[in-house]
């Protein structure tokens, strides 16, 4: 990996926030569309004419990794795949075992994890059309999504950027045409598009990596980047919001990423050589900038949260005991993997069952870089400890074509679920049929309790209800006229 080290990476300049004179540091009123945001800074003091960065707060690091399953690293459970790396994470932190992405797929799921809003409220709803698969084979017409999110819409890294922080993007941002818009000093290979769009190993077609050398792999690439913002901020804290394009389709790995992996015997329908060296690649690279972060002489701790966009993709990965997979709100579509690492109430080698949601994390990182809570987000700080329940939301009145759970012809079918508890909701938005599950009894969703439990399903039905009316969330208007006939079943 040495080679691609020494590789220009047109990284885009510091200058822009380089010295933030005017920064005041109370009441810093931030608008976001639609509501009332407004930050105050907690943990520094008023500047006196001295730099104003002298503050003690931690680097951030959010690294996200693309279409990354729930099982897909070892300290998840998984056998094939292999992490050192992720695992020390682990060790060393807090593991969310219960935690959830917005959505079970890419631009809604990172416009809500950016925003701390749900999805009808940032109205990306899916990736491109909601009415995907073939004209004629969708029973319901269905409301708009929208395909990005329009230029200066808030996001928590605008609030870091205020309060002092360089703000750096690394990877995928797929949420428009350029991070720059959303608060982000620099930017690094993000742009609209959902996947490398010539592949993991150059030329890669992305903004940063025009000089990239020949043989160079694009996961390295990011690792390099990351490590030069480390570099940039300077004496400023620095927010790093490192979405890897891995592991996203294509799969593609270096040979001797891979080769580790050729004949390990499968593990509970993990078996996937490349993929998993797509993973030791992220992985390896997580390690480097720990290790740089620890040589860079930097006074300031270092917080990273480690977590993925949304479920794993089959048949390439298994999120077993989970069933279904990206694109679906059964749990394999939604529930990811999520580390807090170096918090101080990240206590180290800790396991939370406690449901948490990619909402909370912009209330968490904001408190981390000294703002006040910040009245109209949902999210909870994680730092927090919370006794109230609370519910959690996902709406997805789409399509989406591929192999569907249990041979159905459509990946996902327009739908809305609900977790509070122990328990999920599912509404399918043709039918109206209502599913009730224990996750605790039954993670994998197999024993449908609406029947036994209408009560008990009759409350979450109507709470999903008022939290759809409450955010403006559209249901399907009605059926498609130009319906024929539902595509083939797949056998499993
Ligand atoms: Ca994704």
Redesign the pocket.
Known sequence: MDAVRGAALVVASWSRLAWLPALCWSALALGAPGSELSIDARAADSPTGEPPFTDDRPDLVLLML??WGWRDAGFMGSRFYSTPHMDALAREGLVYEHAYAAAP??AP?RASLLTGRWTPEHGILTVNSPARGKKGTRRLLLPESRRHLDDGTWTFAMALQELGYATAHVGKWHVSEDPGGHGFDSNFAGGRWGHPPEGYEAPHGLPGTEEAPAGSWLTDLEGDAAIEMLAGAGDRPLFLHWASYAV?TPIQAARGDVAPFLGRPADGGQRNAKYAGMIAAADRQLGRLRAAHAASGRKRPLVIVLTS??GGLAPITSMEPLTGW?GMLREGGIRVPLVVHGAAWATPGSRSQEPVHHLDLAPTLLALGGAEPVSGLEGRDLARSHEEPRSLYWHFPCYLEGRGFDGDAWRMRPGGALRRGRWKLHQDFESGRLRLFDLVEDPGERTDLAADEPQLTKHLEDDLAAWRERVGAQLPPGPDPGFIAEPVRRSR
């Open positions: 693309d279409d797929n890419c799921s996203h966009d949304n990206k």
